[in-house]
């Protein structure tokens, strides 16, 4: 079974920083890309932010040079750096693990709420 972990969600005030880890564990041979997205209440879910395996990433436009997404290949983890922090970007925060072959699998989410 594969399962995805996630830590470091959390209450912060506006203009302050969060780090988001997720590490994939299981019966996997490899990982082709990962990434995190969000959900806020009435909102639809969006891409925040994704890596491949070879280091490239892309980020949604609103959080385009505030976040920054990184990865250990050896630890089949994936970090989102969150800083400057602003009240929109409350939500719940999942992270997402594309093996090679195109399966999916989803961490149980994080919750990320930025107070003023």
């Known amino acids: 079974q594969v399962q995805l972990v996630e830590s470091g969600g959390g209450l912060v005030q506006a203009g302050g920083s969060l780090r988001l880890s997720c590490t994939t564990s299981g019966t996997i041979f490899s990982i082709s890309t990962m990434g995190w997205l969000r959900q806020a209440p009435g909102k639809q879910r969006e891409l925040v932010a994704s890596?491949?395996?070879?280091?490239?990433?892309t980020y949604a436009d609103s959080v385009n040079g505030r976040f920054t997404i990184s990865r250990d290949n050896a630890k089949n983890t994936v970090y989102l750096q969150l800083n400057s922090l602003k009240v929109e970007d409350t939500a719940v925060y999942y992270c997402r693990t594309t093996v090679r072959g195109g399966w999916d699998y989803w961490g149980q989410g994080t919750q990320v709420t930025v107070y003023s």
């Open positions: 890596i491949t395996s070879g280091g490239s990433t």
